[in-house]
Nanobody, 113 residues
């Protein structure tokens, strides 16, 4: 099983980034997926989740209205569109699969002027 994140980087406050997670090694379309993040000195926290079909999503209160999770089951990818980014969104973002609890390696997002 592999979960490979991409799309992180440095962005100014108010800017946007789109993270992607490419999954392989399991039947992607059968499992819910999530994005988590971990800021320095803080616990890892759930950012957003999406059901296997993509019909149901959930978000942390801190990102509601700014972030959108989506998936493409034909391409085995899950994405996180992040808009109106704030400095407090700075963290390593991880892709997580409910298939046996696999994690990606993480991608750094830094929001700073």
């Amino acid at each position: 099983v592999q979960l490979v994140e991409s799309g992180g980087g440095l962005v100014q406050p108010g800017g946007s980034l789109r993270l992607s997670c490419a999954a392989s090694g399991f039947t992607f379309s059968s499992y819910a997926m999530s994005w988590y993040r971990q800021a320095p000195g803080k616990d890892r926290e759930l950012v957003a989740g999406i059901s296997s079909t993509g019909l149901n999503t959930n978000y942390a209160d801190s990102v509601k209205g700014r972030f959108t999770i989506s998936r493409d089951n034909a391409k085995n990818t899950v994405n996180l569109q992040m808009n109106r980014l704030k400095p407090e969104d700075t963290a390593v973002y991880y892709c997580y699969s409910l298939y046996r609890g696999y994690w990606g390696q993480g991608t750094q997002v830094t929001v700073s002027s």
